[in-house]
């Protein structure tokens, strides 16, 4: 039976924009893309000596359990040349598993819902924008009430691409 999954997607090399983008479009083989976040932009939490992500959410409706989901996640991380060399570090791509559904599981490769996501406003501002009523399955409050009683002051502001000139 299909789940709705949360997807949080982030870059900060190369094209970053362009990265989730691509990442958005691979997950489309895991599942049917419900919606999709705006981009947004935000400076670095934990280890600050990197540049600025992009971050976005996608709603995906899957049929596959959640280790296989992230099986696929890595997977697409892989393609798009990402590489774990430095924790919290800078990458080409990262994909984690926000919510499935509501499915409570804490494994060593997995843990759902992720367990920072509560306290991330860079998660959060675009998981309200797409799934407000959404509830975390262990705090038993919307992502619109959990991004209220957040004090995280780290910037997150909606992307804007540069114009091109014409």
Same mark, same amino acid.
């Given at each position: ?17 362009a ?5 958005i ?23 600050? +000596? ?66 920072l996501? +509560? ?48």
């Open positions: 039976m299909p789940v709705i999954a949360y997807i949080g997607i982030g870059s900060n090399v190369g094209d970053k924009a990265n989730c983008l691509r990442a479009e691979f997950l489309a083989e895991a599942g049917r893309i419900i919606e999709v976040s705006s981009l947004y932009y935000t400076e670095p939490v934990g280890f600050k +000596a990197q540049e600025d992500f992009i971050n976005a959410v996608v709603a995906l409706e899957t049929d596959r359990p959640p280790a296989e989901l992230l099986a696929i996640c890595r997977a697409i991380e892989e393609r798009l040349g990402r590489r774990r060399t430095v924790r919290l570090g800078p990458r080409t791509i990262d994909l984690d598993i926000l919510l499935f559904g509501d499915l409570v599981m804490n494994h060593p490769d997995l843990v759902i819902p992720h367990p996501m +509560a306290a991330r406003k860079f998660v959060l501002a675009p998981l309200v924008e797409i799934a407000p009523d959404a509830v975390h399955p262990v705090l038993n409050k919307t992502t619109s009430q959990l991004l209220g009683e957040l004090r995280d002051a780290h910037t997150v502001l909606k992307y804007k691409p540069p114009h091109k000139k014409q």
